[in-house]
């Protein structure tokens, strides 16, 4: 059974920083995802690294970067210049094949999700 842990969610005011970071106990995922739920909306993408290439949301560009530590199985998402409108439910996936990563539907597995809260 792969498990998907994150961690690193929280509350901070905007304009502010926060990482989150996604531990997974399988290695050899292609690719990595977050996406992010807030109340009363879909699941949208967010993020991707597929092996080293990395994909973003319109949303999130130039303030949102993905990375992956191979050795340690981990993803990471460093998250600046927050604004109130990213304040959600952060969830980690993984999938084994290089399909579409921007599609929740490609991916294998799914962590349990980290709260970002952005205070105005």
């Known amino acids: 059974q792969v498990q998907l842990v994150e961690s690193g969610g929280g509350l901070v005011q905007a304009g502010g920083s926060l990482r989150l970071s996604c531990a997974a106990s399988?290695?050899?995922?292609?690719?990595y995802g977050w996406f992010r739920q807030a109340p009363g909306k879909e699941r949208e993408f967010v993020a991707a690294?597929?092996?080293?290439?990395?994909y973003y949301a319109d949303s999130v560009k130039g303030r949102f970067t993905i990375s992956r530590d191979n050795a340690k199985n981990t993803v990471y998402l460093q998250m600046n210049s927050l604004k109130p409108e990213d304040t959600a439910v952060y969830y980690c996936?993984?999938?084994?094949?290089?399909?579409?990563?921007?599609?929740?539907?490609?991916?294998?597995?799914w962590g349990q999700g980290t709260q970002v809260t952005v205070s105005s």
């Open positions: 399988r290695r050899g995922f292609s690719t």
């Open positions: 690294i597929r092996w080293t290439s990395t």
């Open positions: 996936a993984a999938a084994w094949r290089d399909s579409d990563y921007s599609n929740r539907n490609e991916y294998d597995y």
